[in-house]
């Protein structure tokens, strides 16, 4: 098994331009979300998916989309980048055979200039 | 919602004592609490979690207590060594399907 995988790792954008941060899950987890991490501030909720076809708003919503492509897939839009939206981003899924343990992809380390 | 707070931010302990941290949450309804170590440039892994019904837990030399009335959970490392020195998350939740909620984060340094 992947777990839960994240592309890309890295991304430098210039403000104004738009991306999306790709998710995918390989352990049958029915909940999948998404958290940006910067210094000092812990893990901040963006948006989760408690199950497949539902999205919900979470902390920090502003600025983002979301789309749940299917049970595996889970991706993170940015229309119009900020430099305020300069951080690191983590995928999360919990459910299906680990109930409530939520796994973590690698991260994309994302850079507004 | 559910607010977390955590303590301290810093901790610096010499190999071989115990490290605890704190947290503290406000929603009565959160029945699960894990903990993650998060080592520097990579994601935070769960070290260990524990339940509502339960008043501690422990896996070798890390343990959580829950107290439910007053609504705070600890983390207990025993003989710290310098490979537990990393960022260390608690968090609260009312299960799968629900929105987890973070504490700031522990860094931890074990000085050999």
């Known amino acids: 098994n992947a777990g839960v995988t994240q592309t890309p790792k890295f991304q430098v954008l210039k403000t104004g331009q738009s991306m999306t941060l790709q998710c995918a899950q390989d352990?049958?987890?029915?909940?999948m979300y998404w958290y940006r991490q910067d210094p000092g501030m812990g893990l901040r909720l963006i948006y989760y998916?408690?199950?497949?076809?539902?999205?919900d708003k979470g902390e920090v919503p502003n600025g983002y989309n979301v789309s749940r492509l299917n049970k595996r897939e889970f991706s993170l839009r940015l229309e119009s980048a900020a430099p305020s939206q300069t951080s690191v981003y983590f995928c999360?899924?919990?459910?299906?055979?680990?109930?409530?343990?939520?796994?973590f992809g690698p991260g994309t380390r994302l850079t507004v200039l | 919602g559910e607010n977390v707070e955590q303590h301290p931010s810093t901790l610096s302990v010499q190999e071989g004592d115990s490290a605890v941290i704190k947290c503290t949450y406000s929603?009565?309804?959160?029945?699960?609490f894990p903990w993650y170590k998060q080592e520097l440039g990579k994601r935070p892994q769960l070290i260990i979690d524990?339940?509502?019904?339960?008043g501690e837990k422990k896996d070798q030399r890390i343990a959580v207590t829950l107290n439910k009335t007053a609504k705070h959970f600890s983390l207990h490392i025993t003989e710290t060594q310098p490979e537990d020195s990393a960022v260390y998350f608690c968090?609260?939740?009312?299960?799968?399907?629900?929105?987890?909620?973070f504490g700031t984060g522990t860094s931890l340094t074990v000085i050999p």
């Open positions: 999360a899924g919990t459910g299906g055979a680990s109930t409530d343990t939520q796994y």
């Open positions: 968090a609260a939740s009312k299960g799968r399907g629900n929105q987890f909620y």
């Open positions: 524990i339940r509502s019904n339960v």
């Open positions: 929603d009565s309804a959160s029945n699960y």
């Open positions: 998916s408690a199950s497949e076809g539902t999205t």
């Open positions: 352990m049958n987890h029915n909940s």
